[in-house]
């Protein structure tokens, strides 16, 4: 049977693939795993973004916690950063979002933070995964006095908001945002930190209804964000996905600020602040060319991991660096939480735009984007690890990268979150790479379905 969980916790189709019963036993698992060296009855927090399917895997997830004798405190609609400082705010065992991030409202997920407000390691899931796996082995469910109560917290929000505040002091006042909340967890957080900072907000895709989370809006479709910019004459635009963990940005001309170009923006005033540690960022291998060159002409140590924010964040944790993150907008202000946190990203980018008085598309010239194509091709969940066990993959994959070797680079890669191997070509020529990613995707696709 395949690992239950991925890059980012376990996902699938919800009620499909991710059904209240496997939330369930996620819930015993997790409990058990995150509280078994603990001497005290163990608490979990519990929060979820806007999906339809949140409230049914909540409850199934609480009520497994329960049974095994853990409490929970139900926070409900939150962004994912939020659940991680809260965690570690309120002194409780674990936390757990329920949440598909960027995915499709179909999609849900379930991921865990221990006490501290961390990602759990792989050894932890492993450990999670077995238990299921092994029929919850070894588990007692306790009866009478010892079973888990829940609790409901209504103020948790707040709590969030005023730590944002209190993390990145900037005043906002004359400064106009447009702010694209995905339909997601940011739709209050986002807007109502911005407002009590002094901005004046134009919110879009701010009503969520269960159903139209992520549905064309937020930061993985910023056509109509780019555009309310220009015709808003907005200083800045901000687009969030479901769980607001991730941050794109639009210039004031309407063009898409990515998260290698926010940590260049920002890890060059933290740098000549002083503020950033061993003047180091870490990135992914899937940060753009450009980004690298940028740390090499102002004095910046790039490290590089495997995608993933979570390798991320133990990178950062392994040397002591205080910003990391992906070109996807995960970034990490390992001084302020834990985890990627969509509104310290802003507020971060926001200060610098006002400490600098600069517009945000001067800012971004800190960094020359390199052309990029990325193409994902669509596989079954079960074969993505393997695509290189076909011989006519392999030898394709040989083919461009003997190509593009010298002139630019080939990443090939499952994703850790949904059926797809994902095709990144990188060169001087737009057309060309995007025509090779486009036929290497195609070939994958044809071959392994």
Request: aromatic share 6%; proline share 3%; with cysteine.
């Amino acid at each position: 049977m395949a690992r239950l969980f991925g890059t980012d916790g376990v996902r699938g189709v919800a009620n499909d693939e991710l059904t209240p019963e496997l939330a369930m036993k996620l819930g015993q698992a997790g409990a058990y795993v995150l509280s078994k060296e603990k001497e005290h009855k163990p608490t979990i927090m519990v929060g979820c973004d806007t999906r339809i399917s949140g409230d049914m895997l909540a409850n199934a997830l609480m009520a497994g916690a329960c049974s095994v004798g853990a409490n929970v405190v139900y926070v409900g609609v939150l962004p994912t950063p939020a659940i991680a400082y809260l965690t570690k705010k309120y002194r409780v065992d674990a936390g757990v979002v329920i949440s598909a991030s960027h995915n499709p409202v179909e999609f849900n997920g379930i991921k865990f933070f221990d006490g501290n407000g961390f990602k759990l390691p792989d050894a932890m899931e492993d450990e999670i995964d077995e238990l299921i796996k092994s029929g919850m082995k070894d588990i007692s469910f306790p009866t009478g006095a010892s079973v888990g109560r829940e609790k409901y917290r209504a103020d948790a929000r707040e709590e969030y908001i005023n730590h944002s505040v209190r993390a990145v002091p900037v005043k906002l006042t004359g400064k106009k945002i447009v702010v694209d909340c995905a339909e997601g967890a940011s739709y209050y957080t986002s807007v109502e930190t911005l407002k009590e900072l002094g901005a004046e907000v134009v919110a879009i895709h701010n009503n969520p209804d269960g159903t139209n989370i992520n549905a064309n809006c937020g930061s993985t479709h910023m056509e109509e964000l780019q555009a309310r910019v220009v015709y808003e004459k907005a200083d800045v635009g901000l687009a969030f996905d479901g769980d607001a963990d991730r941050l794109l940005a639009v210039d004031e001309n309407g063009n898409q600020i990515d998260g290698d170009v926010i940590m260049a923006i920002v890890g060059n005033h933290m740098k000549s602040k002083g503020q950033l540690k061993d003047n180091t960022i870490v990135a992914t291998v899937m940060s753009n060319l450009g980004f690298f060159i940028m740390g090499r002409e102002n004095g910046i140590n790039i490290e590089q991991t495997k995608v993933g924010d979570r390798y991320v964040l133990e990178r950062m944790l392994e040397i002591g660096a205080n910003l990391g993150g992906e070109q996807s907008g995960h970034i990490i202000f390992l001084d302020e939480n834990t985890t990627g946190d969509g509104l310290l990203s802003a507020l971060h980018l926001l200060q610098v735009m006002v400490e600098s008085g600069k517009p945000l598309s001067e800012l971004a010239s800190v960094m020359t984007v390199l052309p990029q194509a990325l193409v994902g091709a669509k596989v079954p969940n079960h074969k993505k690890e393997s695509y290189m066990e076909y011989a006519e993959i392999a030898e394709a994959i040989a083919r461009v990268n003997e190509k593009f070797e010298g002139e630019g680079r080939v990443l090939i890669r499952p994703s850790g979150t949904e059926p797809l191997v994902r095709v990144m070509i990188e060169g001087k020529d737009r057309q060309l790479i995007e025509k090779e990613a486009k036929a290497l995707a195609e070939l994958i696709q044809n071959v392994m379905l």
